[in-house]
């Protein structure tokens, strides 16, 4: 079973700091962990409906608690 990393980071704000972003992934995925990337993961919530916020924050908080770590950037 691979591991599950949850990866916080300020890199998804910024079209310039993505490819970062994606370095990252790839050096965990290269570790057989699998990465839960907040942004990539919460995209489709953004501007969805009248709490689209409260939706990300609950969709975080349920990948939080489903990982078994945490990477902050």
Not at 14 to 31: A, M, N, R, V
Not at 37 to 62: D, K, Q
Request: proline content about 3%.
């Amino acid at each position: 079973m691979n591991k599950k990393l949850y990866l916080a980071s300020p890199y998804g704000f910024s079209k310039q700091t993505k490819d970062l972003l994606f370095l990252f992934i790839q050096i965990f995925k290269d570790l057989n962990i699998e990465v839960y990337e907040p942004f990539s993961r919460t995209e489709h919530l953004v501007n969805s409906g009248e709490n689209w916020a409260y939706g990300i924050a609950r969709r975080n908080l349920n990948d939080l608690r489903e990982c078994d770590c945490l990477f902050a950037i």
